[in-house]
Every structure is written in structure tokens, then in C-alpha cells.
């Protein structure tokens, strides 16, 4: 099993910025992708970003790209979500994720996580 704590999240104004931390602990040796997701109420839970523990290759989704900027921390299994120009859409919980190894499953998709973390609010508001 692999365990997920957030921490980071809160309230921030538009164009503020917030980071996210993430870190991994237990049976982590065979981490290959972890990722941020957000949902917020009344939606489906959608991708963030994500970074490859290895090569650490990050890919960011396109409402994102340029504002966030995911990365890994200099210790293990640690990741951040550093989030800048906040906008009022931005809101939402996050969730750190992690898979249990190599998948054909895309790495922007839900369903190739097996760990997710407990979630942390982000409110972006004036």
C-alpha cells in the first residue's frame, strides 16, 4: 500500500499563487507516475498534471499550462503543484495521485491511479 498526505491547499485571490505538496510513503518502489487532479462540485474529477518519478517528464493540461507547473521533490516521492495567476476556476479540491507501476493507461486518466490522496480545497476569491 501507498500512502498519499497533501498539504498546501487554502484561499488565495485571482492572481495570487499557492503550492501544493504531495508526499508518498509505504510500498513507493514501484512509483512510476504521480499527478494532481482536482474536482470541483458538480463536476467530474479532471487532470491537472503529472510527472514521471523517474525521467521526470512533467505533461500539464491545457486550463493549466503556463499557470502550474508540477515537479519533484529532491526526496523521494515527494511532488509539488506550484500554482500561479489563480483564477476564480481554479477552485476546487486536489487530489494528489499515484500509480503501482508501468500501465498502458494514459497518465492523464483517473482510472490508471491505484493511491489517491485525501484531497486538499483550493478557493480562489476576491
Known amino acids: 500500500q501507498v500512502q498519499l498526505v497533501e498539504s498546501g491547499g487554502g484561499l488565495a485571490q485571482p492572481g495570487a499563487s499557492l503550492r501544493l505538496s504531495c508526499a508518498a510513503s509505504?510500498?513507493?518502489?514501484?512509483?512510476?507516475?504521480m499527478a494532481w487532479f482536482r474536482q470541483a462540485p458538480g463536476k467530474e474529477r479532471e487532470f491537472v498534471a503529472r510527472?514521471?518519478?523517474?525521467?521526470?517528464?512533467?505533461l500539464h493540461a491545457s486550463a493549466v499550462y503556463g499557470r502550474f507547473s508540477i515537479s519533484r521533490g529532491s526526496g523521494e516521492n515527494t511532488i509539488y503543484l506550484q500554482m500561479n495567476s489563480l483564477k476564480f476556476a481554479d477552485t476546487a479540491v486536489y487530489y494528489c495521485?499515484?500509480?503501482?507501476?508501468?500501465?498502458?493507461?494514459?497518465?492523464?486518466?483517473?482510472?490508471?491511479?491505484?493511491?489517491w490522496g485525501q484531497g486538499t480545497q483550493v478557493t480562489v476569491s476576491s
Open positions: 495521485a499515484a500509480d503501482s507501476g508501468p500501465s498502458p493507461v494514459p497518465t492523464n486518466e483517473p482510472r490508471r491511479y491505484a493511491y
Open positions: 509505504g510500498r513507493t518502489f514501484n512509483l512510476s507516475t
Open positions: 510527472v514521471k518519478m523517474v525521467e521526470g517528464t512533467t
